[in-house]
């Protein structure tokens, strides 16, 4: 796993607590991606950034909020998480958008009951 | 919305046997990847193919791409064990505002059965 890691790798949480879920690098990429995985969608881009405070909605932005303050940390917040939102979390970066392979951390696996 | 769909959704075969996967999308696209995931770990990147390009090689890997029918395969020639994962195709469009984004399939279950 090239430089990334995800903090926690696993969280059992209560419908209405907030999250933040951390993705941290050391391989200096401009851009940082937040994907969820379920099972019957495959992944989908939820918020993606590129660069230090610029960051983007993907396809399933609703409900999530990002920020990226250092070139390294990129944070995925719940504000008030829902059973819906009960999913395995993927970081993923890479140096560049166009023609680009992606990286991705380890996941983590929220539960929100 | 999904661009990519994977066919099969899963697939068994015999070690040394090649496995065979395909992508269907929908709109044009700037390239096609294809991504590899192990059971619980995260996606590794496995080849990439421009769209001005029809076939593409990797140690065992062979991916086409025909964009006359929005199609691409993934062939595994001599498959091992190892191989066994999930499989995924993205496709790399350009969604407005100077933006690219890759987008997934659901996957190709592939297990090789030693």
């Known amino acids: 796993d090239a430089g990334i890691t995800q903090s926690p790798r696993h969280k059992v949480t209560e419908t209405g607590t907030p999250v933040t879920l951390r993705c941290h690098q050391t391989e200096n990429h401009r851009y940082m991606y937040w994907y969820r995985q379920d099972p019957g969608h495959g992944l989908r881009l939820i918020h993606y950034s590129y660069g230090v405070k610029d960051t983007d909605k993907g396809e399933v932005s609703d409900g999530y909020s990002v920020s990226r303050s250092k070139t390294e940390d990129f944070l995925l917040t719940l504000e008030s998480a829902t059973s819906s939102q009960t999913s395995v979390y993927f970081c993923?970066?890479?140096?560049?958008?166009?023609?680009?392979?992606?990286?991705f951390g380890p996941g983590t696996r929220l539960t929100v009951l | 919305s999904q661009q990519g769909e994977e066919d099969p959704q899963a697939l068994s075969i015999q070690e040394g046997e090649n496995a065979t996967m395909n992508c269907s999308y929908k709109?044009?696209?700037?390239?096609l990847q294809w991504y590899r995931q192990n059971s619980g770990r995260g996606l590794v990147h496995l080849i990439l193919?421009?769209?001005?390009?029809r076939e593409k090689h990797s140690g065992r890997l062979r991916v086409t791409l025909d964009t006359s029918k929005k199609s691409s395969s993934l062939l595994i020639t001599a498959s091992r064990a190892a191989d066994t994962a999930s499989y995924f195709c993205a496709t790399d469009q350009y969604s407005g505002a100077g933006s690219y984004q890759l987008t997934f399939g659901k996957g190709t279950k592939l297990s090789v059965i030693p």
């Open positions: 993923a970066i890479s140096d560049r958008q166009v023609e680009a392979e992606q990286f």
């Open positions: 709109t044009s696209i700037n390239n």
């Open positions: 193919i421009r769209s001005n390009e």
